[in-house]
């Protein structure tokens, strides 16, 4: 059977293959959060810039202007050869919306799979229903061809009606982290609710602030328990392709130095 068929047997029957209660039971877990800065990175090099300023972690992507799509297996291939942390891929075939056809599935799970077989770390996925709830049988899905890679859900948590519902829907299905603004502009603005994510999570989850992190502001998040700090590291002022800055990334780092 070839792997397009084979991820369609799967994706189509994954409902009948896992009982939720059984899944949730599975993937219940409390997390003990380190402080980790990842670096969003829309070029292999800017991914080796994130690792030499210091990065514990890279999210690859690509067309940024999209908010952020599935960068090219080349790219890929070649990050996993550069770096020595972890790689995290952006798993999104398109911009545009969170509601994904069966067809668009597919594509995301032979995506997760290829990552998977390279050697990356984990993979970075989201999926909304119609009514801007979370898509927990794609959810699901993704997370479990994604295992043992962990997972963690983007931004597309930020479109959400109800962020604490979604977030209990993401945690049954068994993603390790929250990538989120606080559903605002920006996490300076949103603070509120990430300090409210962080205290509904209670550890079962790590709440990862993004958007607008800056050397500036990284220390406003740590009082209110976030652990997990999200950031291209790139000059906004910068024409043409912004490429993320070894400075950018070693000034967060250093106001970070001797938390836990």
Do not use: W
């Amino acid at each position: 059977m070839t792997m397009s068929k084979t991820v369609a047997v799967v994706t189509a029957n994954f409902k009948h293959t896992l009982k939720p209660s059984i899944f949730r039971g599975f993937f219940y877990f409390y997390l003990m959060i380190k402080l980790t800065v990842e670096c969003c990175a829309n070029s292999v090099q800017s991914a080796i810039n994130g690792q030499a300023g210091g990065a514990q972690r890279i999210e690859l992507c690509a067309n940024l202007e999209l908010e952020g799509t599935t960068p090219s297996a080349a790219a890929i291939c070649m990050a996993r050869e550069a770096l020595e942390i972890d790689l995290f891929v952006l798993i999104r075939p398109r911009g545009g919306d969170f509601v994904y056809s069966e067809l668009e599935l597919e594509e995301m799970i032979q995506d997760i799979e290829f990552c998977k077989e390279i050697g990356c770390d984990g993979v970075v996925i989201g999926a909304l229903n119609e009514d801007l709830t979370i898509n927990e049988y794609q959810t699901k899905a993704m997370v479990q061809a994604a295992h043992p890679m962990q997972v963690t859900f983007h931004r597309a948590f930020d479109k959400v009606e109800d962020p604490f519902q979604a977030m209990q829907s993401i945690i049954d299905c068994g993603c390790q982290r929250i990538l989120t603004s606080g559903q605002a502009e920006n996490a300076i603005q949103g603070i509120k609710v990430l300090k409210e994510l962080v205290k509904k999570a209670d550890s079962r989850i790590s709440i990862m602030a993004g958007g607008g992190i800056t050397a500036v502001n990284v220390l406003q998040f740590y009082p209110i328990g976030v652990r997990e700090f999200h950031l291209s590291g790139t000059n906004k002022k910068q024409s043409g392709l912004r490429q993320t800055q070894v400075k950018n990334i070693e000034e967060v780092l250093e106001n970070l130095e001797g938390l836990e």
